[in-house]
């Protein structure tokens, strides 16, 4: 490993037992499939994200998440790796997520390769109370998207980020890496750190959709990978002081929201979309029959 980025996307989404089990990430019993897109120094190729997310489809995983991106030309969403990414969704059933890219807040700064119609792109939220904790100051509001998210809509009109999610986050990196929080704050000891970024919300929505995937195979159900989308993006809670084109669609008077901020974890109702009924409690799921497959970031 050449840094810490890949092993703390991986503890966010499937970390188990961390700091001696005080912690855990959102599928702690998910399994990791491993693939490297970028160089050991500086920078990704395009042709490794391709390569990368084929091998991770035909390899049978169930959630793709890839933290990586970066502005294009034309952030249309029509590059032929987005329309790649739309048909490994369709023609192997794997759901892929993939970071918003760090390059807010202005309008239209949504990074690709998140911009496929059937990808779900995530940004970047944090509580006040996260705020606080992990950087030492206050935030003005309840709720808050981090000032880098990057927000749609994108060339063409879409509506990108599909969603928001955490994205600052205590997670692991490397045993022989020093603990890394920000000065002032907390002490962490080594193979911790709290790094933030749209990097660290993408996971946040991938373990998500493990536990969807985990509690429907329990269940005998379909999903479909959008049944995934619909189920997470039709449950979140839309954040009123922000607009659509920063967080997702703007719930329609009288139905499901569709869009927003994405409540991570087990609550007083669960895990968001997860299904429900006897035999089927939130807090006690075991994730099983699922993968996640994670695209490792140098």
């Given at each position: ?8 996307v991986a503890g966010i989404a499937a970390g188990n037992s961390l700091f001696g089990g005080a912690m855990s990430g959102n599928a702690p019993g998910a399994k990791l499939l491993s693939v490297r897109v970028c160089l050991f120094v500086t ?256």
């Amino acid at each position: 490993m050449s840094g810490e980025h890949g092993s703390h996307v991986a503890g966010i989404a499937a970390g188990n037992s961390l700091f001696g089990g005080a912690m855990s990430g959102n599928a702690p019993g998910a399994k990791l499939l491993s693939v490297r897109v970028c160089l050991f120094v500086t920078g990704c190729t395009r042709h490794a994200m391709e390569q990368g997310m084929i091998y991770a489809a035909e390899h049978g995983v169930d959630v793709i998440n890839m933290s990586v991106g970066g502005l294009d030309l034309i952030n249309d969403g029509e590059s032929d790796t987005e329309l790649l990414y739309n048909r490994l969704i369709d023609e192997h059933g794997v759901q892929i997520f993939i970071s918003a890219g760090n390059d807010g807040a202005g309008v239209n700064t949504v990074s690709g390769p998140s911009l496929g119609s059937k990808v779900m792109s995530v940004g970047s939220y944090i509580t006040k109370e996260s705020w606080q904790r992990n950087y030492g100051s206050d935030a003005a509001h309840e709720d808050n998207l981090h000032p880098f998210s990057g927000r749609g809509p994108t060339e063409s009109g879409g509506f990108k980020p599909d969603i928001v999610a955490p994205g600052s986050a205590i997670s692991t990196i490397p045993t022989w890496m020093a603990g890394g929080p920000v000065a002032g704050t907390y002490a962490l000891p080594p193979g911790y750190a709290m790094l933030q970024g749209t990097s660290m919300a993408s996971p946040q929505a991938a373990g998500v959709a493990a536990l969807i995937v985990s509690a429907a195979v329990q269940k005998g159900v379909s999903h479909r990978p959008d049944q995934l989308r619909t189920a997470m993006k039709s449950s979140a809670r839309f954040l009123t002081n922000y607009q659509a084109y920063e967080q997702g669609l703007e719930p329609a008077e009288g139905r499901h929201q569709d869009g927003g901020h994405l409540l991570v974890g087990a609550g007083e109702h669960g895990p968001v979309g997860l299904p429900q009924g006897p035999g089927l409690r939130p807090g006690h799921l075991r994730p099983r029959g699922c993968q996640v497959g994670r695209e490792v970031r140098a």
